[in-house]
């Protein structure tokens, strides 16, 4: 009897060790994780700082945190083991200028009328962007970025900006450490957009996923030359170089070469914040701008299309000294911006005007729910349309048929057209509602009328955009 009860002890206390320990390691097991430190008073996040990581052309899936099998990222995946993941996570737009000006605005590229890469739209100055945010509370502002289209108004009353086309990661994260170097004695927003990922894919010594000799390093706008791709436009590509498996894996290696690369620089931004004990007051957010497509769909690049190669993006928030979460929920770039309103202003929160919304709730495990995400582009062809609704996603022309109609749950490949299933007629109306909805508030200026130098010029043409 005396040995039965003390096993029955010895199992109560292992229980309960086991289930402290558990508590401890993820305080969101009790269902109610509470960020109360940020609200604090003597909470030293009350001034923090904001860095935030926009990577172009970084497809969710290709990292580590996201289940890839390539080891792409072991320095994102270390910033993830304390952040809160949002596995799904939606860009408004699958090339760069529009999706950027979707992420400092909180607006849809048709609310901010950035849709098309052929006319030199821009962003116009009565637009309230996140860097206008951070300069009424005296922050320092700046922009270290590779990518042309940040210069059509998106970089807009940033306190320093620095911009130079062709910059590998290495020189880019090197000149966000040395800004920091100087100016984080202040309170500061600093946004690094590196390139890297996008086309061409350049070797990188020491990385070891792709070969030298490799040919398949630029795609053009759409593969094989980028003045085919420019006469073709996103329309007419039936007749586009179908590469073969082993030719498309060399060419995704190439891609994660340059993954890798990002990662190692972005890798020591973190150790500098780390050895300056930056880290402790520091929010990061991490995210890209868009993916890119292999063939999936029957296209290469960017921009053309609206599948979830190309607007499933990264995304996680590192706030100091609060341990991270997974959400599975979907949620989209533009929710970045009402969620530092809600940490750095919390009160005035309804004062604003987004089309994202806050995600302290859904962090905090408040009242907090899903909304339909919507995302469109114009890139060289007919204006597109997507939304995702619960586990469905609508792809359709502005004006013109469905493209197509997929269930993200059973068939996250996209690969099951839906379409001509009248259950999903619903899709089509709520997509049609949101629309008139933002049509309403557009501005109608004329966006063709903007002005770029010649270097951005140059810049975009080397990239693939412009003829
Ligand atoms: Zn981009």
Redesign the pocket.
Known sequence: MQIKKRIYITIFVLLLSLITILVLKNPTILGNVTLDNLYKEDYKCKDCNIILISI??LRADHLGVYGYERDTSPNIDELAEDSFIFKNSYSSAS??RSAIASILTSKLPIEHGINSERKKERLEDDFFTIQEFFNERNYSTAAIYT?PHLNFGLVQNFSYTNYKGNRWADKTYDKAINWLESNSDNKFFLLVHNNDP?DSYDFHKGFNFSQKNSKYRRLGPFFPTRIDGNKIGCENQENITQLNEEQLSEMMANYDEEIAFTDHHFGRLINYLKKNKLDKKTVIIFTA??GEEFLEHGRYWHGCSLYDELIRVPLMINLPEISGNKFKQKVSTIDIFPTLVEIFDRDNLDKYSFSGQSLLPLIENRNWEEKPIFSSTAFKGPLKYSLIKENYKIIKYAEGPIIGIYDLDKDPEESKNLKNDPLFNYLQDSLQELIELKSNDLTKKDKEKSEIDEETLEQLKSLGYMN
């Open positions: 172009d052309t090339w760069t990518n996008h701008d868009h």
